[in-house]
């Protein structure tokens, strides 16, 4: 009898538990969905079904994710955590996500992620990163994106982003970059012809708007002719492993070589974008030959003409001429003919 009240008890508060349903979210069974949004919640709530798929927490005051946040959710396959407070990710922050989708970061504050934050989400379809303060991209930051097809990243403070990154996602489709602080110098040249290639597949991108130099600002990066960017200069040497192969070294007198206070300047200088001639356009350079070539075909036609025409012109002279100088310049034929008509009869 005591052994049916505990197995009893003990199915009650699993299916308390497998039915319970936070408060301040909404549950919805049927679909397994929950949504906690606008509730001013400061952490991830407690005690969320282990079969939801959707989850929302947009428009609340969650600050940190620590690590494992979603243990309790390993189905889970929508996730919006959009216009909160957050900015710390803690680095296992997403693990055991095995299945999510979509995952939506926007509106938040973060400045930075860490590389292996999304390693965890192989299924990752869908992210958004758009409106926070991120400056910089870790190139492996996308090592496990092979099914993403969808990242945004406007609204935020980066200045580069690796081409390697790009080409760790080989299913992306929709890419949005706009309203960053794009420096478009050399270091960017590599993103922009990534991008070209991904324009002539098909993809779509809203495009990068540069923001600095000034030579080039409020330019779409991809109307830049590539054939303006200077190769980005080699790093300078290290000094103290360069001072071996300075001359006078082998006698214990070190020969440095003199110092450049305005070196990194110049560098820095040299690595932006330096301006030519546009290259002449195509179009006008075909019209152009095939103006030339007509030209010259008329020239060749009137001296064709010319030359025809002077031959016939001589031919014809000379058939003119041609009997009276015959008569005269046999001599023999008169000579004989005056003997025959003055032989007797």
Same mark, same amino acid.
């Given at each position: 009898m005591? @052994?049916? $009240?505990?197995l009893?008890?003990?199915v009650?508060?699993l299916?308390?538990?497998?039915?319970?349903?936070?408060?301040?979210?909404?549950?919805?069974?049927?679909?397994?969905?929950?949504?906690?949004?606008?509730?001013?919640? *400061?952490?991830?709530?407690?005690?969320?079904?282990?079969?939801?798929?959707? $989850?929302?927490?947009?428009?609340?005051?969650?600050?940190? &994710?620590p690590? +494992? *946040? +979603?243990?309790?959710?390993?189905?889970?396959?929508?996730l919006? =955590?959009s216009?909160?407070?957050?900015?710390?990710l803690?680095?296992?922050?997403f693990?055991?996500?095995?299945?999510?989708q979509?995952?939506?970061?926007?509106?938040?504050?973060?400045?930075? =992620?860490?590389?292996r934050?999304?390693?965890?989400?192989?299924?990752?379809?869908?992210? !958004?990163?758009?409106?926070?303060?991120?400056?910089h991209?870790?190139?492996?930051?996308g090592?496990?994106?092979?099914?993403?097809?969808?990242?945004?990243?406007?609204?935020?403070q980066?200045?580069? =982003?690796?081409?390697?990154?790009?080409?760790?996602?080989p299913?992306?489709?929709?890419?949005?970059?706009?309203?960053?602080?794009?420096?478009?110098?050399?270091? &960017?040249?590599?993103?922009?012809?990534?991008?070209?290639?991904?324009? /002539?597949?098909?993809g779509?991108?809203? @495009?990068?708007?540069?923001?600095?130099?000034?030579?080039?600002?409020?330019?779409?990066?991809?109307?830049?002719?590539?054939?303006?960017?200077?190769?980005?200069?080699?790093?300078?040497?290290?000094?103290?492993?360069?001072?071996?192969?300075?001359?006078?070294?082998?006698?214990?007198?070190?020969?440095?070589p003199?110092?450049?206070?305005?070196?990194?300047?110049?560098?820095?200088l040299?690595?932006?974008?330096?301006?030519k001639?546009?290259?002449?356009?195509?179009?006008? %350079?075909i019209?152009?030959?095939?103006?030339?070539?007509?030209?010259?075909?008329i020239?060749?036609?009137?001296?064709?003409?010319?030359?025809? /025409?002077?031959?016939? /012109?001589? %031919?014809?002279?000379?058939?003119y001429? @041609?009997?009276?100088?015959?008569q005269?310049?046999d001599? @023999?034929?008169?000579?004989?003919?005056?003997? +025959? !008509?003055?032989?007797?009869?």
């Amino acid at each position: 009898m005591k @052994g049916e $009240l505990l197995l009893f008890s003990s199915v009650i508060v699993l299916l308390q538990v497998v039915c319970s349903c936070p408060d301040k979210c909404y549950c919805q069974s049927s679909t397994n969905f929950v949504d906690c949004s606008q509730q001013g919640l *400061a952490e991830i709530p407690s005690h969320l079904p282990p079969q939801t798929r959707t $989850l929302h927490l947009q428009d609340n005051q969650i600050h940190h &994710l620590p690590a +494992f *946040a +979603f243990r309790s959710v390993p189905w889970l396959m929508t996730l919006n =955590l959009s216009n909160n407070s957050l900015s710390n990710l803690a680095p296992g922050a997403f693990h055991g996500l095995q299945h999510l989708q979509v995952l939506n970061l926007t509106q938040n504050s973060l400045l930075s =992620l860490e590389s292996r934050l999304f390693h965890s989400l192989p299924q990752l379809r869908e992210l !958004d990163l758009s409106s926070n303060n991120i400056s910089h991209l870790p190139t492996s930051l996308g090592e496990t994106w092979e099914n993403l097809t969808i990242l945004a990243v406007q609204q935020n403070q980066l200045q580069q =982003l690796d081409r390697a990154l790009l080409e760790s996602m080989p299913s992306v489709r929709l890419l949005f970059l706009k309203d960053n602080l794009w420096k478009c110098n050399c270091h &960017l040249l590599g993103l922009k012809l990534w991008l070209e290639k991904f324009v /002539y597949k098909g993809g779509i991108t809203d @495009g990068i708007i540069c923001e600095s130099p000034d030579t080039w600002k409020g330019k779409d990066l991809l109307r830049i002719p590539h054939e303006v960017y200077q190769p980005c200069p080699l790093p300078a040497p290290d000094p103290v492993s360069s001072q071996a192969q300075w001359p006078g070294s082998a006698h214990g007198v070190v020969l440095r070589p003199p110092e450049n206070h305005n070196a990194g300047e110049r560098d820095l200088l040299e690595c932006e974008l330096k301006p030519k001639p546009r290259p002449a356009n195509l179009r006008h %350079a075909i019209a152009t030959i095939i103006i030339t070539g007509v030209v010259c075909g008329i020239v060749c036609l009137m001296m064709l003409a010319a030359a025809i /025409y002077g031959c016939t /012109y001589a %031919a014809i002279t000379a058939q003119y001429h @041609g009997g009276p100088l015959a008569q005269t310049n046999d001599p @023999g034929k008169v000579e004989e003919k005056e003997r +025959f !008509d003055s032989s007797p009869a």
